[in-house]
């Protein structure tokens, strides 16, 4: 990554964000099993539910398009982390069903909105070459903070309750986006952007690859660790363990899957990334072993990141004065089937959990076979017109 003045000021201000951001998400992703099912006695159809409601923001998110229309963008990333701490810091009050998902409703309208604003202004300011690598930095520091949210968790469950857990780690995502609101690492030799929604139809496969992504991903976030806790008996500290070994392997293999995507290719990428999640769920469907599934769990959070192919792949065929609308209109498509399969797929949890997970191996192999169509020449391409 170049280390011009003002990309290095966009990259920190970025950094400070994501690092806010995931204090406040990843603490809220590790309490949220446990604290239903300890505290709020939910069942698998309560967190389909609220999961699905978890997705309703990132469907919405088109509309980031017209609130950047009165705010700029990075105000917009910064508001968002702290609407998201606020979010995070409500949940341990609110223990019930309806309490979840009014306060998932806050937390996930900004994780979704700084997500969409994250990756809109990572794909403007860096180059071709750039972007690629500059995500996995991203990733590799949110790794980290994640390993020292997992390592809080573990020691704060000895001296506090969920809710004052819950306070804390919401307070620091606050703190970050107060911070990030005071900065403006904006700079003016940029594309402006086109601040509508609009489809085209030269974008198909980024949309059909974003749109399985995030049907895919929704099985993975709403279920994976569902079945360690209900079906293995994993404790709140066993996942805590398990979520910090994921992000030690991340933290070192995330720069290193930025530099796999301009060596190898998008389509190497991702087709590696498909293969082997369908792998993955497939065990998960079949295991009765519980260090399986949970080596499922921690190879499915590294492939996962291999997603940032998606997003490079559009960054190289988009027009430049695309990249907010692409972003905001590749959330919403992202989570067209996200606001439904957790909620059906607590319905199948019902039936036969083995069902959710073989769904997610169907979505897999369509995605490794549409992603033989992305050039394996990108740069050289001629993509569209």
């Known amino acids: 990554m170049a280390d011009a003045y003002k990309q290095r000021r966009m990259y920190v201000f970025l950094l400070v964000l994501m ?20 505290v709020g006695g939910l069942s698998g159809l ?22 950047i229309l009165i705010i700029r963008e990075h105000k917009l990333a910064a508001l968002s982390v702290a609407i998201l701490g606020a979010g995070v810091a409500l949940t341990g009050l609110m223990p019930s069903t309806g309490g979840l998902v009014f306060t998932t409703l806050v937390m996930s309208f900004g994780f979704h909105y700084f997500e969409t604003m994250n990756q809109s202004l990572t794909l403007q300011y860096f180059s071709h070459s750039e972007a690629p690598l500059v995500m996995g930095r991203l990733r590799s520091v949110t790794a980290l903070t994640n390993i020292l949210v997992g390592a809080a968790i573990y020691f704060m469950t000895k001296a506090m309750g969920y809710t004052e857990m819950f306070a804390l780690l919401g307070a620091a995502a606050v703190g970050c986006g107060l911070w990030a609101l005071t900065r403006d690492p904006s700079q003016t030799d940029i594309p402006p952007q086109r601040k509508k929604m609009a489809l085209h139809g030269k974008y198909w496969l980024y949309y059909a690859l974003t749109f399985l992504s995030g049907a895919r991903r929704q099985i993975f976030v709403a279920f994976a660790v569902f079945l360690l806790v209900e079906k293995f008996g994993f404790t709140l500290r066993h996942i805590t363990i398990l979520f910090v070994l994921n992000n030690i392997i991340n933290y070192f293999a995330n720069p290193i899957i930025g530099k796999a995507i ?30 399986l599934a949970a080596g499922l769990y921690v190879v499915d959070n590294i492939f996962f ?26 959330f919403t498509i992202n989570h067209i089937a996200a606001v439904f399969i957790p909620a059906l797929g607590g319905l199948m949890w019902i039936m036969d959990y083995r069902m959710v997970f073989l769904g997610a191996v169907a979505l897999s192999l369509v995605s490794l076979a549409l992603v033989q169509c992305v050039p394996a020449q990108l740069e050289k391409a001629q993509y569209g017109s």
């Open 46 to 67: 309560d967190i389909g539910i609220v999961q699905s409601v978890r997705e309703i923001p990132g469907f919405l998110a088109l509309l980031a398009l017209y609130v």
């Open 262 to 291: 301009n060596r190898f290719g998008e389509r190497v990428v991702l087709s590696t990334e498909y293969t082997v999640l369908a792998l993955v769920f497939l065990g998960y469907a079949y295991t009765e072993n519980p260090w």
């Open 305 to 330: 990141n291999f997603a940032i192919g998606i997003k490079t792949f559009y960054q190289k065929v988009a027009d430049p004065k695309d990249i907010a609308s692409g972003m905001a209109v590749g």
């Open 19 to 38: 690092v806010g951001a995931h204090i406040g998400f990843q603490g809220w992703r590790t309490l949220l099993n446990n604290f239903a099912v300890d």
